[in-house]
């Protein structure tokens, strides 16, 4: 992996743009420097490790300290296999050591409404459903930051949502949980880095005051160029990323089967009215 | 703010237990010392800092590289007076000088598609408004890391889906995006300290290879006793946390209006099919 320590290389690959600042925090810089790692080494992830990633989960923000949310972590190799499967067969699920499994969590709140007496149809409702996901995602993403700054690495797997009761069963979770989102986590394969992805251009993101997309247009354009020298320089073709993008968002048929995850949510004792 | 620069010390304030740990990582620590701020001080917020906190949180993982999220960043008090007014009338976004609206945002992508002449039918689904909602918080988080480190402080407000409808048409939103979770931002008012508040022990929260309620009658049972002696502390009351989050979920009368997510979202054009 790179070492990017520059104001100009690191804001250069986030953005193919020169930095309109002449320096960085040397934390930003270091979530600038963020890349889904999908190669690992065979070292294992320490005890202690886990316990910092789970602390740092735990203490970001969570809508009226509901706290909503739960992870599960699983190291058996065979599950992970089997969670591979059902994640469409994804390499790094097996490669890596742990694999982190986070959780919209209803259940633990209407079982202790249920020793109160007390109902909890709150819990069926879309926004509690906002609600459990924003409190999971934060969590999830100050994990990854206390892992990347302990020297691992990690990539999301939204395929732990391709088929929601089979990774219910195999991870024995109670009605009222649901698995939102994977995360495989190692330490890096020094032989096989990763680099920094290029994203859309802050015009094209950061809205002052109002929502304004006047600035999108020539914005995609000098992006899609830039992930196109981008992906051939990894020799993986060179579609433009607005092709792409509008592929996986084309139908119902390019939603790896989560067209029907309002049925599975049900399934799962969330019916979100 | 009291800083906490021991092991021991910080721990226990997130915990309200004795750390198992000898040592944290210096950046864990700051992660573990999060708290919101809900006074600020007259300092205005950087240009650079916006632009740093934006580059961070765009550096977050997004799924399928889609980058399905916008952020409007609203200085105007006018503006901020009447946001404040349709969140419940929440005081510290009419004081911090930046309020920042994350949204879920798959107008960008629909603009994109139709300038192709492609359909863009998958973003209708409740998996799309999932990643989406995911994306976003991932980035907001990322930003609240960013913020902390340059010596800001920020509340996350879930106000901001109480009326859904009002705040596109005051934010000039297109169909297909939503306010998913607005954040005040500001340098903190030293002489107006928050603290950490304790959460749930990683026992209630974190499952090893599949899901396990066994600890959590006790855990709760310890972390109300904390949350009491926490609350007695800053003269808020002495409601034991389980009591207080069973009424936050009790049924419809108990979601300020966010029952009606569903029918906001068809709305703003995201049907969650």
Redo the contacts between chains.
């Keep these: 992996m790179t070492k990017l320590t520059h104001t100009q290389d690191i804001?250069q690959a986030?953005?193919a743009q020169s930095s309109?600042?002449s320096q960085?925090?040397p934390?930003?810089a270091r979530?600038?420097?963020?890349r889904?790692v999908r190669a690992y080494s065979d070292r294992a992830v320490e005890d202690?490790v886990?316990?910092?990633?789970?602390?740092?989960?735990?203490?970001?923000?969570t809508?009226?300290?509901?706290?909503a949310?739960?992870?599960?972590?699983?190291?058996?190799p065979a599950?992970r296999a089997r969670l591979s499967a059902l994640c469409g067969n994804q390499r790094h699920i097996n490669d890596a050591p742990v694999f982190l499994i986070w959780?919209v969590d209803?259940?633990?709140?209407r079982?202790?409404?249920a020793?109160?007496d007390?109902?909890?149809?709150?819990?069926d409702?879309?926004?509690?459903y906002?609600?459990g996901?924003?409190d999971a995602?934060?969590a999830?993403?100050?994990a990854?930051?206390?892992l990347e700054?302990?020297g691992l690495g990690l990539?999301?797997i939204?395929g732990i949502?391709n088929h929601p009761e089979d990774v219910a069963a195999e991870?024995?979770?109670?009605s009222g949980?649901f698995a939102?989102?994977g995360m495989s986590i190692g330490y890096p394969d020094p032989a096989r880095p990763a680099d920094?992805?290029p994203?859309?251009s802050?015009a094209?993101?950061?809205?002052?005051?109002?929502?304004?997309?006047a600035p999108?247009?020539a914005a995609?354009a000098a992006y899609d160029a830039a992930m196109v020298d981008f992906q051939r320089a990894q020799g993986r073709g060179d579609l433009p990323?607005?092709?792409t993008?509008?592929q996986?968002?084309?139908?119902?048929g390019?939603?790896s089967g989560?067209?029907r995850?309002?049925d599975a949510?049900q399934n799962l004792g969330l019916p979100?009215?």
Tied chains: 1, 2.
């Design positions: 804001w986030r953005y309109p600042l960085i925090d934390l930003v979530l600038m420097g963020h889904s202690d886990l316990l910092q990633a789970i602390a740092a989960a735990q203490s970001a923000s809508s009226s300290n509901l706290q949310w739960s992870v599960v972590a699983v190291r058996d599950k959780l209803w259940s633990r709140l079982r202790i409404a020793t109160q007390q109902p909890s149809d709150g819990t409702y879309l926004e509690s906002t609600v996901v924003v995602a934060l999830a993403q100050n990854a930051v206390a700054a302990l990539v999301y939204g949502r991870l024995g979770l109670p949980t939102l989102v920094i992805k994203r859309l802050q094209t993101i950061l809205h002052n005051e109002t929502y304004d997309s999108e247009q995609v990323w607005s092709a993008a509008v996986r968002v084309k139908g119902p390019s939603l989560r067209e995850l309002r949510l979100l009215i």
